[in-house]
């Protein structure tokens, strides 16, 4: 009790349905960060609690709305499943193999001092320029 998960998750799907509509963000950063979630979940804590861990309102909260933040995430491509990827890979090992319940936050906050790294790693294509030789 106490968590941000505390949330109505149709609400928080609602809400990523519309930004999507809007073009206001990109599925990218949460279809990385659930589908790792998910797949995780499913390795290490096994079928039967994957409906809860994929519809806590702390995980859509986070990979629709905090994730995707201009400022602090990628801008290209590559760089944003990267991001979300280890969203999710962060989000599972911190509550599962560290002493933090909540690993959304702590995940993203992590995986935001990447995006430097990540954008010189995958760098966007830039149109009309001549390719080296």
């Known amino acids: 009790a106490g968590s941000m998960g505390e ?8 809400g990523g349905i519309y930004l999507l509509a809007r073009r206001v963000i990109s599925l990218r950063i949460p279809l990385a960060y659930l589908g790792t979630v998910a797949v995780l979940t499913l390795l290490i804590q096994g ?24 400022v602090s995430s990628p801008c290209t491509p590559l760089a944003q499943v990267v991001f979300g990827i280890g969203c999710g890979i962060l989000t599972c090992v911190i509550p599962n193999f560290g002493g933090y319940a909540e690993g959304v936050c702590f995940a993203i906050l992590l995986m935001n001092l990447t995006t430097p790294l990540l954008e010189r790693a995958f760098p966007p294509r830039v149109y009309g320029e001549a390719k080296g030789k």
């Open 7 to 14: 949330t109505c998750a149709i609400a928080l799907l609602l």
């Open 47 to 70: 079928p039967d609690l994957l409906l809860e861990q994929m519809l806590s309102g702390g995980l859509l909260l986070g990979a629709i709305f905090m994730a995707t933040d201009y």
